[in-house]
């Protein structure tokens, strides 16, 4: 048994035990939690395996079917978040007015709309309005509904165990989406007798009729969209848990049939907004949550410039689903519950801060040579990468007769401090934003927290295709450069507008203690 071979097992081993630990200590912590929080995790696996796999393929779809290039596919992912933030406003509130059960049935009819659409339609006029809307509507309505829900099915005490379980169960979601991802580009890849690969976008034949590589990803992820409506059976309307920590069924505001209901409800939706964004305190909140977006835009990045980025600098056969999208949420699932121990007894606002500081300053690492670190291919490391995790190379001999490019290391490396900052700032931003908000104005205190992204999308859509034609262009025949030696410099502007958070966090202390002492006057 070689060295690779025993870390992948006992340290494998090792890691599944953990893993099942940490499931254990959060379950045990929520003991009391209603039977509905558990199905509704069961959805949320589901529904973010969907939506991770898709997110990765959107930008490489939107040019390899729609015809779409580097600005113009960015320019449009910009369009669609922006609405989907829109649509995030409203949602929220919406979740205060007609109770999670109906909102999750909302979303999840839009979802099989818009993905029944992104299957088979490529012209992006038509699948924006068909397609994109509707995606919008139906994912947007998500965040909130987990936030209020959590929050409802948990105790003041429990509360932190809620978001944090959540968040391992997000992440492992994302892990496996990123992998499908990669396996379903893999299987209808079309390569020549010599192993090329000639078109990585030929798909297949599905009753007579032709879906390229992305369609079938959208095909598989639809399907798994109508499954997982039946879950939403089993969760009870009006179900919360009391501070004493017991299970109880407020009754729901009755609004109603049809277009009534429809006006009653958009009545008292609109009635929640206008309350809410009168609050002074409101506007302290959302200059709060303002300053964290140039980090949390990072995750935009890497959705919508890293697949095409990495394409191109790593070569078509790279697996970009595992190298971010699965090695990113694994190590989240295991350091956010050592980050917390480590950091239980550290002011939130000092964890903000040096959180976002790693994360930020991560984005420069890809400055150092790929070459000064090749020789870490011909490593125990170099096998457990491109053998075992990314599945490059079928054995060590085949990794070193042809080795890739050095590249990777940098980006691993970069990936890897961006996720250990990541670990420190976002399970406490996200508890923060949902403990936050004030009793009955949950989901509208969240929904508008997505307030300050209108700004940071607006530059982080048309930046993203930007980067691209500057860095690693293709060429007029949509063909990839032999070497892009300046590809390093996308990262640096993404770290550039990344680092404006801590900054922007020292400068602003003051008004998070004013946050800090309203909320422990409230009781919150």
């Given at each position: 048994?070689?060295?690779?071979?025993?870390?992948?097992?006992?340290?494998?081993?090792?890691?599944?035990?953990?893993?099942v630990?940490?499931?254990?200590?959060y379950?045990?912590?929520?003991?009391?939690?209603?039977?509905?929080?558990?199905?509704?995790?069961?959805?949320?696996?589901?529904?973010?395996?969907?939506?991770?796999?898709?997110?990765?393929?959107?930008?490489?779809?939107?040019?390899?079917?729609?015809?779409?290039?580097?600005v113009?596919?960015g320019?449009?992912?910009?369009?669609?978040?922006?609405?989907?933030s829109?649509?995030?406003?409203?949602?929220?509130a919406?979740?205060?007015?007609?109770?999670?059960?109906?909102?999750?049935f909302?979303?999840?009819?839009?979802?099989?709309?818009?993905?029944?659409?992104?299957?088979?339609?490529?012209?992006?006029?038509?699948?924006?309005?068909v397609?994109?809307?509707?995606?919008?509507?139906?994912f947007?309505i998500?965040?909130?509904?987990?936030?209020?829900?959590?929050?409802r099915?948990?105790?003041?005490e429990?509360?932190?165990?809620g978001?944090?379980?959540?968040y391992?169960?997000?992440?492992?979601?994302?892990?496996v989406?990123?992998?499908?991802?990669?396996?379903?580009r893999?299987?209808?890849?079309?390569?020549?007798?010599?192993?090329?690969?000639?078109?990585?976008?030929?798909?297949?034949?599905?009753?007579?009729?032709?879906?390229?590589?992305?369609?079938?990803?959208?095909?598989?992820?639809?399907?798994?969209?109508?499954?997982?409506?039946?879950?939403?059976?089993?969760?009870?309307?009006?179900?919360?848990?009391?501070?004493?920590g017991?299970?109880?069924?407020?009754?729901?505001?009755?609004?109603?049939?049809?277009?009534?209901?429809?006006?009653?409800?958009?009545?008292?939706?609109?009635?929640?907004l206008?309350?809410?964004?009168?609050?002074?305190?409101?506007?302290?909140?959302?200059?709060?949550?303002?300053l964290?977006?140039?980090?949390?835009?990072?995750?935009?990045?890497?959705?919508?410039?890293?697949?095409?980025?990495?394409?191109?600098v790593l070569?078509?056969?790279?697996?970009?689903?595992?190298?971010?999208?699965?090695?990113?949420p694994v190590?989240?699932?295991?350091l956010?519950p050592?980050?917390?121990l480590?950091?239980?007894?550290?002011e939130?606002?000092?964890?903000?801060?040096?959180?976002?500081?790693?994360?930020?300053?991560?984005?420069?690492?890809?400055?150092?040579?790929?070459?000064?670190?090749?020789w870490?291919?011909?490593?125990?490391?170099?096998e457990?990468?491109f053998?075992r995790?990314l599945?490059?190379?079928?054995?060590?001999?085949?990794?070193?007769?042809?080795?890739p490019?050095?590249?990777?290391?940098?980006?691993?490396?970069?990936?890897?401090v961006?996720t250990?900052?990541?670990?420190i700032?976002?399970?406490?931003?996200?508890?923060?934003?949902?403990?936050?908000?004030?009793?009955?104005?949950?989901?509208?205190?969240l929904?508008l927290?997505?307030?300050?992204?209108?700004?940071?999308?607006?530059?982080?859509?048309?930046?993203s295709?930007?980067?691209?034609?500057?860095?690693?262009?293709?060429?007029?025949?949509?063909?990839?450069?032999?070497?892009?030696?300046?590809?390093?410099?996308?990262?640096?502007?993404?770290?550039?507008?990344?680092i404006?958070?801590?900054?922007?966090?020292?400068?602003?202390?003051?008004?998070?203690?004013?946050?800090?002492?309203?909320?422990?006057?409230a009781?919150?």
């Amino acid at each position: 048994m070689s060295l690779a071979d025993m870390i992948v097992y006992f340290g494998g081993t090792g890691f599944g035990i953990i893993f099942v630990a940490i499931i254990w200590n959060y379950l045990k912590g929520l003991k009391q939690s209603p039977r509905d929080m558990w199905i509704l995790f069961a959805y949320l696996v589901v529904t973010y395996i969907a939506y991770s796999s898709q997110n990765y393929s959107l930008t490489l779809w939107l040019s390899a079917d729609c015809g779409l290039g580097d600005v113009a596919a960015g320019t449009y992912i910009t369009v669609w978040s922006i609405l989907l933030s829109m649509v995030g406003m409203v949602a929220g509130a919406l979740v205060d007015t007609i109770g999670i059960k109906r909102t999750l049935f909302f979303s999840v009819t839009f979802l099989i709309i818009a993905r029944v659409s992104l299957t088979f339609i490529t012209d992006p006029t038509l699948v924006f309005i068909v397609g994109f809307i509707p995606f919008a509507i139906g994912f947007a309505i998500v965040s909130p509904v987990i936030s209020v829900a959590i929050k409802r099915f948990t105790t003041k005490e429990s509360a932190a165990l809620g978001f944090g379980l959540f968040y391992v169960i997000m992440n492992a979601a994302y892990a496996v989406g990123g992998i499908f991802f990669d396996k379903v580009r893999a299987a209808y890849i079309l390569k020549d007798e010599a192993g090329k690969i000639i078109n990585d976008n030929a798909g297949t034949l599905v009753f007579g009729y032709h879906l390229s590589t992305y369609q079938m990803l959208y095909l598989f992820v639809l399907i798994m969209t109508v499954a997982s409506v039946a879950l939403l059976f089993f969760i009870r309307p009006g179900v919360e848990l009391d501070e004493k920590g017991d299970v109880v069924v407020k009754p729901l505001i009755d609004h109603g049939s049809g277009l009534a209901a429809i006006k009653s409800a958009a009545v008292k939706t609109a009635q929640m907004l206008k309350s809410v964004v009168s609050e002074k305190y409101f506007w302290i909140f959302i200059s709060i949550i303002g300053l964290t977006i140039f980090v949390r835009m990072v995750f935009f990045q890497f959705h919508y410039t890293f697949p095409k980025y990495g394409l191109r600098v790593l070569g078509l056969d790279a697996k970009i689903g595992a190298i971010y999208g699965v090695l990113n949420p694994v190590l989240i699932i295991f350091l956010v519950p050592l980050a917390a121990l480590i950091t239980k007894k550290m002011e939130s606002y000092k964890l903000l801060v040096v959180g976002s500081i790693v994360s930020a300053c991560s984005c420069f690492i890809v400055l150092i040579p790929g070459k000064s670190l090749e020789w870490v291919t011909d490593t125990v490391l170099g096998e457990l990468i491109f053998v075992r995790l990314l599945g490059n190379f079928p054995t060590v001999e085949a990794l070193r007769a042809n080795p890739p490019t050095p590249d990777y290391w940098p980006l691993i490396l970069f990936i890897l401090v961006f996720t250990i900052g990541e670990a420190i700032w976002s399970p406490k931003l996200m508890q923060f934003t949902a403990e936050i908000a004030p009793k009955g104005k949950e989901g509208t205190y969240l929904a508008l927290a997505i307030l300050p992204f209108f700004l940071a999308k607006l530059i982080a859509g048309p930046m993203s295709g930007l980067l691209l034609n500057a860095y690693v262009p293709v060429g007029p025949n949509k063909e990839i450069a032999a070497s892009y030696p300046d590809h390093p410099m996308v990262w640096v502007w993404i770290g550039g507008m990344a680092i404006i958070t801590p900054i922007g966090l020292l400068l602003m202390k003051g008004l998070f203690q004013k946050r800090e002492d309203h909320a422990a006057a409230a009781g919150h």
